[in-house]
């Protein structure tokens, strides 16, 4: 399944549109004092797997730069999954969260809000891999499921580098097959599916044998490898995906525009080297500047997700 250039065209050209028309209902002036979160604040929403001790200084060193830099009281709001943390934004509980690709499709769609900034890295862009021990004797999709039992991990439902690209993969694998993400995640293509819950636990399921195969970010698997004391070899990719837009910064439209530009030019800005190790082991990540147009693939698998 490749995403046509007429497809990624029509459904950036729709969405830039409807970023203006989003932008233009939320340029009335507002002050600080009428964001969603309550005067002279800012709520950052976090999902379970940027919220354990792991994450949380450098979570606090994010809160305490940006609270510096625009007079603020920045805060936390810690949410169960992806849909509590999109109904959050909606309502007007959480002005700003960092989200993956698909996130950002739906807090667009359902939250009115927009990609701020997104993250890159000095290495070049981000990547969906599907892992495998390397003792597995296992090298390429068709090797999985040729096994009696294939079972495979998953961050979640919805999680665009941990679930839906390698079963993209797995689909452009097996084109006579005519799979679907249905058929992937809940039918009978694999023995076991695991939804792991973070892209770390995916790494520790093939690690420890609780899964064969298992789908992640890229970076993640050589940062949990470190972690664990075990050589960058232990584990194997037997897919790789084409280049996708990483970890964005998403804001709610009802923040008054001033503040929105503040706030963009602040985290492209944002050089706090312990954040980025903090967050995703790297000292030379950074954020830069986006725009809904760039996440126009993203429309096109969200609407394979009916």
């Not at 993250?119 to 862009?125: R, S």
């Not at 819950?197 to 698997?221: E, K, L």
């Not at 804001?251 to 954040?275: K, W």
């Amino acid at each position: 399944m490749k995403l046509t250039r007429l497809a990624r065209a029509a459904v950036a050209a729709t969405a830039a549109t409807a970023a203006v028309a989003m932008l233009a209902g939320c340029t009335g002036g507002a002050t600080a004092a009428d964001t969603p979160s309550g005067a002279q604040s800012l709520r950052i929403g976090y999902l379970p797997q940027d919220e354990t001790p792991h994450f949380a200084a450098a979570r606090q060193g994010l809160a305490t730069d940006l609270a510096a830099a625009t007079g603020l009281e920045v805060s936390e709001y810690h949410v169960a999954d992806m849909s509590a943390l999109v109904e959050a934004m909606r309502h007007g509980h959480v002005d700003m969260a960092i989200v993956g690709a698909m996130g950002v499709v739906q807090a667009y769609q359902v939250a009115d809000s927009f990609p701020l900034v997104a993250m890159q890295q000095e290495e070049g862009p981000l990547h969906s891999d599907i892992i495998v021990r390397a003792d597995s004797g296992i090298h390429t999709i068709a090797d999985l499921m040729a096994l009696d039992a294939p079972s495979i991990a998953f961050v979640d439902h919805i999680s665009t580098t941990g679930t839906l690209l390698p079963a993209i993969g797995i689909m452009e694998a097996f084109p006579e097959r005519d799979l679907d993400f249905d058929d992937i995640l809940h039918g009978d293509v694999f023995s076991t599916v695991v939804f792991a819950g973070g892209h770390p636990n995916v790494a520790q399921a093939v690690i420890q044998g609780d899964a064969v195969a298992g789908g992640i970010a890229h970076r993640q698997t050589a940062v949990e490898l470190e972690r664990l004391g075990l050589s960058e070899d232990y584990l194997r990719v037997i897919h790789r995906s084409e280049p996708v837009m990483g970890a964005t910064m998403v804001a709610s439209s009802s923040l008054d525009a001033d503040l929105i530009e503040v706030l963009r030019d602040f985290l492209v800005g944002f050089d706090n080297e312990d954040y980025f190790y903090g967050m995703w082991g790297n000292r030379s990540a950074r954020f830069f500047d986006t725009e809904i147009g760039e996440f126009a693939d993203l429309f096109v698998i969200d609407e394979m997700l009916g």
